[in-house]
């Protein structure tokens, strides 16, 4: 079967910088994504690692390793706006569905 | 528009009632994407359609649950008999291909709610 396990809240106030990891189990592995969502909105997709290594885009960065199952997605100089659930999805081997984590509840505060 | 398109915004209905929802994805996207997010939870695939190839159907919870995809674009998951555990938000992506590193945009999903 297929599992993604991330924290379910984080906090931080603005300015700082935030790390949400995500570690997951799949028969097969095509690449990890992350989506943020506010609440009431539609998700929105912000990254997406198919090889080992950092991908940057703005404030924003995230990482994954496939030797040990695992990715991070990096915020900094966090601004209130980016309070927002984050979901890491993984692309299991042969399919084009995601399987989404339970997501990470983000607040900032001033 | 620019985006994905779902309607009705929200839905109620009795239980043991059908209902449709529509998706109206972005203009030239061959692959459409449904899942359901119950409050709080992450999104759980449903079904998958690309171009005019088989849909993957291996996330449908039940024989009760069925999508079609017309003409390549617009895209209609029909619900019947609803159950309360349907309860639900219904949310359609599509993507410019099926690649891998192509990302879903997703539209604002129709809110349902089965009394």
């Known amino acids: 079967g297929q599992s993604l396990e991330q924290p379910s809240e984080v906090t931080a106030v603005e300015g700082a910088i935030v790390q949400i990891n995500c570690t997951y189990q799949?028969?097969?592995?095509?690449?990890l994504s992350w989506y943020q969502q506010h609440d009431g909105g539609a998700p929105t997709f912000l990254s997406y690692n198919g090889l080992d290594g950092l991908e940057e885009t703005g404030r924003f960065s995230s990482f994954l390793s496939r030797s040990d199952s695992y990715g991070y997605l990096l915020l900094q100089e966090l601004q209130m706006k980016d309070s927002a659930s984050y979901f890491c999805a993984v692309r299991p081997g042969g399919y084009n569905k995601l399987i989404f984590g339970a997501g990470t509840r983000l607040a900032v505060h001033p | 528009g620019a985006g994905v398109s779902q309607s009705p915004s929200n839905k109620v209905t009795e239980k043991g009632k059908d209902v449709e929802l529509r998706c109206d994805p972005i203009s030239g996207h061959t692959a459409l994407y449904w899942y359901r997010q119950s409050l709080g939870q992450g999104l759980e695939f449903l079904i998958y359609f690309q171009g005019n190839s088989a849909p993957d159907k291996s996330g449908l919870p039940s024989d009760r649950f069925s999508a079609e995809r017309t003409g390549g674009s617009v895209s209609t998951l029909t619900i019947q008999r609803t159950q309360q555990e349907d309860s639900a938000v219904y949310l359609c992506a599509s993507s410019a291909t099926g690649d891998r590193n192509q990302p879903q945009h997703f539209g604002d999903g129709t809110r349902l709610s089965i009394l």
């Open positions: 799949t028969s097969g592995f095509y690449g």
